[in-house]
C-alpha cells in the first residue's frame, strides 16, 4: 500500500482487511500494522526454512524469535508512547539538564 491508501500492485482486499483488523485488535497505525504483518510473515517463513532442514546449523530460531520479539516491541512501544505521552514520553526529559540519568 501507498502512504496515500492506495493498493499497490499484488495487494489484494482480504490483505488490505487483515491489516486494518490488526491495527484495530493492536492499536497501530495500518502503516505499522504492515510492518508487523511483514515481520510475521518473515518469521513463518523463517519456520519453513527450519522445518525444512532443522540440522542446518546457519537456521537459530532462538536468536531470529529474539530479533522478532524486539522489533515488535519497538511496534508496541509507539502505541504507548503515542497513547501515554506524559507516562511514557521518549525518555529524553529523563535526562535532565545535565545530561546524565540520576544526576538530578
Not at 523463517?46 to 537456521?59: A, H
Amino acid at each position: 500500500m501507498h502512504c496515500d491508501g492506495e493498493l499497490t500492485e499484488g495487494e489484494d482486499v482480504d490483505d488490505e482487511l487483515r491489516i486494518i483488523d490488526l491495527a484495530h485488535k493492536t492499536g497501530l497505525t495500518e502503516y505499522e500494522a504492515r510492518i508487523l504483518d511483514h515481520i510475521q510473515q518473515a518469521t513463518e517463513l523463517y519456520e519453513q526454512l527450519y522445518e525444512e532442514d532443522p540440522e542446518d546449523e546457519g537456521l537459530d530460531t532462538t536468536t531470529w524469535a529474539e530479533h522478532q520479539n524486539g522489533l515488535t516491541m519497538l511496534l508496541m512501544w509507539r502505541v504507548v508512547r503515542r497513547d501515554y505521552p506524559d507516562g511514557w514520553g521518549t525518555g529524553s526529559e529523563e535526562l535532565g539538564e545535565e545530561g546524565e540519568e540520576g544526576e538530578h
